[in-house]
């Protein structure tokens, strides 16, 4: 069967593009230090709101919007527990981002393996 060259590139710039507003959406989550500390702390545990924001001098609808981006980029999910939201990290989406990094990977191998053999020459 064949399959003109055309019709696959198109399908594949295609699914390149459909991903890429789910990229900026995970990077603009990511961007900020402050999502970034609220990840690791739902690394270890599942938190309430109040458990999230005691760590930072911000408010609480701040805080809220932080784990609103969070949760439209789909890096958190939250449950009704009683009168508490708990909320839960969602690792799948860091695997799109891993896997769109590892494609640069064997740049910075190199540049690291490049940088290793100059220090050892400088011995």
Partial sequence: MYIPFAYISACLYIRTVNRI????????AL???TRREM???LSSA???VNELASPFEMSQPAVSQHLKVLRDAGLVTVEQ????RWYHIDPAPLKEIYDWLTH???F????????GTYLNRKR
């Fill in 31 to 33: 961007s900020d230090p």
């Fill in 21 to 28: 507003p789910q990229q900026n959406t995970l990077f603009r």
């Fill in 81 to 84: 527990r009683g009168r508490e």
């Fill in 46 to 48: 599942d938190r309430t």
């Fill in 108 to 115: 910075w191998t190199a540049k690291l393996d490049s940088l």
């Fill in 39 to 41: 990840l690791l702390l």
């Fill in 104 to 106: 640069f990977e064997r």
